[in-house]
């Protein structure tokens, strides 16, 4: 099939490929594969037939982005040669405060974000990630966090753009337009629907949300985001919304987001969110109902392995009519969005030395500083500003005066190294294979962040007191 023929529409492609796939190959679109050190995929063994999305978590073990581009290559080349029809897959990645990368620029956290009130300086951000995760070979980038928090014992409000939903819509819709701009990475927004508004700010816990502010409040972000900018990717939640796991709940990922809202992209589960039906929800009498569950209510792809989508648990629903639909629809939006997104023709990272050079570029590194400097709040003024022009001595007290690191957000790179040092440290029992068993080799230390050194003196600041 001439899947580059440009006078061919993408319709016409998905149609005669899906038409050309076995069953097998098929299921292989519904599914991810994960390399990272603590996973227990293996790639030739698990996915014979290809894989429809590959988590790049495994960047995160990486030294550089030379080795994160490497790697993404390597991993294309043998998803492509495993399909009999050659189909890549599609790559992950975090970016709600930039590209979860070594040596990615980084972005104030969504709640700093939104303290900018700037929608184009959230659309600049988003440029900036979608050329960034694109260089890397990633097609998916995870951002932005629609949640809207409006209870602080939920203890993630930090990730979201805070407890407006018109303020949420605007900064959102505009993160999405910038990450898609270039016709190369889809937004994936998260996480749908009402996750932060669990009883007591548990986790994954029972939401109780009437329609009305179902509709006017937690969906209100999501719409402007479809709406406005045409958004590619949904992730559902954890939770369950009146008593309804959201990722198996065809009333809210079909009637609501596809039927309703007019949302005609991918739905990719968060990780583990098909399993936890059965296992955290107990529905069904086994991991199969599951499965059965959550591709009925319009869950495209199992994240971030294949657990619940084994092609053997899905071949068992075979003829039944429900489920070839669903199983087709399915297969066929994530056809479409590797068309639109042009990894047929393009499935490669940039070359390692390329990708290096499209970080940290002029525009990135501006738009950076523009969204630091405008997300500062002052919650009180008491005669601090304007400073005086004379000289004077200013105390800064407290954890952030003394280790500056603490700035930046959960999902910066530099957190995430930091947390798994850590865990390591300070936990009995507990190894942790990501700096042990990386696959660029171990990490004896945490040199602290990649930063640009403007001020010679920060540098203590940034690194561990352990390390001083």
Excluded at 169 to 177: D, K, P, Q, R
């Amino acid at each position: 099939m001439a899947k580059s023929d440009a006078d061919t529409t993408i319709k016409q492609r998905v149609d005669q490929l899906f038409n050309d796939l076995s069953f097998d190959e098929k299921a292989a679109q519904l599914v991810g594969y994960n390399q990272a050190a603590w996973s227990n995929d293996d790639l030739e063994r698990d996915f014979p037939k290809g894989s429809g999305q590959v988590s790049l978590l495994v960047g995160e073990e990486m030294q550089n982005i030379e080795d994160v581009a490497r790697v993404q290559r390597e991993i294309q080349e043998k998803i492509i040669a495993l399909s009999p029809h050659h189909i890549p897959a599609l790559f992950h990645v975090e970016t709600l405060t930039g590209v979860k990368l070594p040596g990615a620029t980084s972005f104030p956290t969504g709640i700093a974000q939104a303290a900018t009130f700037d929608p184009a300086a959230a659309k600049k951000m988003g440029e900036a990630i979608g050329q960034e995760t694109a260089s890397v070979g990633a097609t998916l980038a995870f951002s932005p966090v629609l949640d809207i928090s409006r209870d602080a014992r939920f203890g993630r409000q930090g990730e979201t753009f805070g407890e407006d939903p018109t303020l949420a819509s605007e900064m959102g819709a505009a993160v999405v337009t910038g990450i898609q701009k270039s016709g190369r990475t889809a937004a994936v927004a998260k996480h749908f629907l009402g996750y932060q508004a669990a009883e007591s700010g548990i986790h994954a816990a029972v939401a109780n949300i009437p329609e009305r502010l179902l509709h006017e409040v937690y969906a209100k972000p999501f719409q402007a985001a479809i709406s406005l900018g045409k958004l590619k990717g949904v992730m559902p939640c954890y939770s369950a919304i009146n008593g309804e796991p959201v990722t198996g709940s065809r009333h809210l990922l079909t009637d609501l987001l596809r039927q309703q809202m007019g949302f005609k992209g991918i739905v990719a589960s968060d990780y583990s969110g098909i399993s936890e039906i059965f296992t955290r929800y107990h529905l069904g009498e086994q991991l199969a109902d599951a499965a059965h569950r959550a591709l009925l209510a319009g869950v495209d792809q199992e994240l971030p392995s294949m657990n619940a989508y084994k092609p053997e648990v899905l071949k068992q629903y075979e003829g039944q009519k429900d489920f070839d639909d669903a199983f087709a629809a399915a297969v066929k939006r994530v056809l479409t969005l590797k068309f639109e997104l042009g990894i047929f023709d393009h499935p490669f990272a940039d070359a390692p030395t390329e990708a290096a050079r499209s970080f940290k570029q002029p525009a990135a590194i501006a738009a950076s500083r523009r969204v630091a400097t405008e997300s500062l709040v002052l919650l009180k003024n008491k005669g601090i500003l304007p400073l005086s022009k004379n000289k004077q001595s200013i105390a800064l007290i407290g954890w952030h005066a003394d280790a500056i690191r603490t700035m930046f957000g959960g999902y910066t790179y530099m957190s995430t190294i930091e947390k798994h040092f850590g865990v390591k440290n300070t936990m009995a029992g507990v190894e942790d294979v990501k700096t042990d068993q990386a696959p660029a080799g171990p990490k004896k230390h945490y040199s602290g962040p990649m930063l640009t050194w403007k001020i010679p003196t920060l540098r203590p600041l940034l690194v561990p007191s352990s390390r001083r």
